[in-house]
């Protein structure tokens, strides 16, 4: 029995995609309700990508033109209404859901499962039916698939619908998609290296685990296979700020997202060269189309009230009595929608049932921030907004 706290903070996790969970006894638990978890995660996940390339270029209030930097790097209309671009998006989404269901099946897990982990991999959720998430399969082959399925979640379903009709071009040459698989390889390749110094696993296997897991916190999935809390230092700081940057906008992840990175790098870079030289003339470019000012500006003013959010929301939970790394890890994980956090308590192999109901509150508050990009709420709470 769930008390409405729980309850609530269960569903809102299951669609934001987060995954962090307070149920404890998964493996016992109805499969009508791992099944509701499961179809929450993939509702969630299709519908922030229609709301990203199909309604937030088209919102125009107060602050809500911030939205538009989501559409900014496809700006193309691939088809030529939103209700169709909708639609080919959804058909893209169940195709892939059905394939990824399909491979895990053949993999060996029973259709069930099969079919559930489908859902929440494709939309980079995470909820799992076992208390042990995917580690509990002990499937690398299963983990392989799965890889690959978080990867295609975090990539612009929108350059999917062009590769159907035979256009490769845009995936391939997106300098977010370059950037995104980048960051990929250089945080897999140096966990990989750190773990294996420090354990007599072999090569293959300690490639595998900490591709998983670094794959699954960098999209926001949130699956693990082995507590990467024990992995040291260094990798558990690099997982901390992997969960902040996300995949690709258009996609099913959350976090910053990347091009937001990309479009501040070139903002920075802009600016530096005119101290440097004033009377030169440096524009930002993004995908090789300069970046209009008032899109930097909107990227510039999201940062600030992400770091905002999640410094208020590590002092809320602190001054509920949660320890440094519980409150940190939790506002890190809750405004990302990453799922797991950090330590004993949220980590890998905890969960979010032992957290006072206060918190989960909180918490709840944050993923809906973090799955609404901050000022579809914020805004509500303006008397302007609803003075309009």
């Not at 960098?218 to 024990?230: A, E, H, I, R, S």
């Not at 558990?236 to 996300?246: A, D, H």
């Not at 004993?344 to 049932?353: L, M, V």
Request: charged share 10%; net charge neutral.
């Amino acid at each position: 029995n769930l008390s409405v706290a729980d309850a609530f903070f269960e569903s809102m996790s299951g669609i934001t995609t987060t995954g962090s969970t307070v149920i404890v006894g998964l493996n016992e638990a109805p499969p009508g309700i791992l099944l509701w978890r499961a179809l929450l995660q993939w509702l969630g996940g299709v519908g922030i990508i229609v709301m990203a390339m199909a309604m937030l270029p088209m919102l125009s209030v107060g602050g809500m033109q911030l939205f538009r930097t989501e559409a900014f790097d496809t700006p193309d209309k691939v088809l030529p209404r939103a209700a169709q671009l909708a639609g080919g998006i959804f058909a893209i989404y169940l195709v892939m859901t059905a394939l990824c269901a399909l491979a895990l099946w053949i993999s060996g897990f029973n259709g069930f499962d099969a079919i559930t982990h489908s859902m929440t991999t494709i939309a980079t959720g995470g909820y799992s039916t076992k208390d042990g998430s995917i580690g509990h399969f002990n499937n690398p082959v299963a983990e392989w698939i799965i890889i690959a399925g978080m990867i295609i979640g975090s990539l612009p379903f929108v350059y999917y619908l062009r590769v159907v009709r035979g256009d490769l071009s845009p995936i391939i040459h997106d300098s977010q998609v370059k950037w995104f698989l980048v960051i990929v390889f250089v945080s897999v390749s140096g966990i990989t290296f750190w773990i294996w110094d420090d354990s007599n696993v072999g090569g293959v296997d300690t490639l595998r685990n900490s591709a998983f897991n670094v794959i699954s916190i960098l999209t926001g999935t949130g699956y693990v296979t082995q507590d990467f809390g024990l992995w040291g230092g260094f990798p558990i700081t690099l997982l901390l700020c992997l969960m902040f940057i996300g995949g690709c906008a258009g996609s099913t992840t959350c976090g910053i997202k990347i091009f937001r990175f990309q479009i501040l790098a070139a903002t920075a870079q802009a600016q530096l060269s005119r101290l440097l030289v004033p009377h030169g003339v440096f524009i930002p470019y993004y995908n090789r189309k300069v970046i209009p000012e008032p899109v930097s500006n909107a990227v510039m003013g999201f940062f600030f009230l992400y770091i905002v959010c999640f410094a208020a929301l590590a002092a809320g939970l602190s001054a509920l009595g949660l320890d440094f790394i519980t409150a940190i890890s939790g506002a890190a994980t809750a405004i990302s929608n990453v799922g797991p956090g950090l330590g004993s308590t949220i980590g890998p192999t905890g969960n979010f049932a032992g957290l006072p109901d206060a918190a989960k509150w909180i918490l709840s508050f944050g993923m809906l921030l973090g799955r609404l990009e901050l000022f579809t709420v914020l805004v509500m709470f303006s008397p302007a907004f609803w003075n309009r």
